[in-house]
T-cell receptor, first 112, second 115 residues
Framework: IAGITQAPTSQILAAGRRMTLRCTQD?????MYWYRQDLGLGLRLIHY???????GKGEVPDGYSVSRANTDDFPLTLASAVPSQTSVYFC???????????FGPGTRLLVL | AQSVTQPDIHITVSEGASLELRCNYS??????LFWYVQSPGQGLQLLLK??????LVQGIKGFEAEFKRSQSSFNLRKPSVHWSDAAEYFC?????????????FGTGTQLKVEL
């Protein structure tokens, strides 16, 4: 069982380019989340999805979009990347009725 | 809105010494509280959690935390630190929302262990 996988592991991206960060879980968790981690700011919630077909905005959603076509996948898209989106991005998931979130290994993104 | 404060950005302790990492939260109702640990270049691993009941919770790797409602605190403790405990520690408060759980994290405490 892999748990949560994220791809790519790291990426350097030119400003203005479109980028999709992939997240896949094999635990059949209903809820999934995207966070960004920045030095001195901890982790901040970007978007979340309580179940397939539904999504919601977190604390810092601007410039990001998500979709949840099925239970396993929760991609995060940057439509037109900007340098302020340089960060480490973590995907997480949790079972319905279970408050614990399980985290993926992260994607390190540098926008130049 | 909920918030979490970890007042110590960096802490250095000697191996074998005791450890306490502070966490204060702000939330209107009874919170769900978590401590996660992050080793360099890694994701977050759950150390322990508090939902209800006994206010002293035990976690993995010999860690424990105590929920004190009167102080709005959830401090993490370990009686004897090992060099492998060097990492960054995050406290988080969660609220349930329609089947999911939205976490708000503190800014983290970086732990250094001197041999």
């Amino acid at each position: 069982i892999a748990g949560i996988t994220q791809a790519p592991t790291s990426q350097i991206l030119a400003a203005g380019r479109r980028m999709t960060l992939r997240c896949t879980q094999d635990m059949r968790h209903n809820a999934m989340y995207w966070y960004r981690q920045d030095l001195g700011l901890g982790l901040r919630l970007i978007h979340y999805s309580n179940t397939a077909g539904t999504t919601g905005k977190g604390e810092v959603p601007d410039g990001y979009s998500v979709s949840r076509a099925n239970t396993d996948d929760f991609p995060l898209t940057l439509a037109s990347a900007v340098p302020s989106q340089t960060s480490v991005y973590f995907c997480a998931s949790s079972p319905t009725g279970e408050e614990t979130q399980y985290f993926g290994p992260g994607t390190r993104l540098l926008v130049l | 809105a909920q918030s979490v404060t970890q007042p110590d950005i960096h802490i250095t302790v000697s191996e074998g010494a005791s450890l306490e990492l502070r966490c204060n939260y702000s939330y209107g109702a009874t919170p769900y509280l978590f401590w996660y640990v992050q080793s360099p270049g890694q994701g977050l691993q759950l150390l322990l959690k508090y939902f209800s009941g006994d206010t002293l919770v035990q976690g993995i790797k010999g860690f424990e935390a105590e929920f004190k409602r009167s102080q709005s605190s959830f401090n993490l403790r370990k009686p004897s630190v090992h060099w492998s405990d060097a990492a960054e520690y995050f406290c988080a408060v969660g609220i349930l929302t329609g089947g999911g759980n939205k976490l708000t994290f503190g800014t983290g405490t970086q732990l250094k262990v001197e041999l």
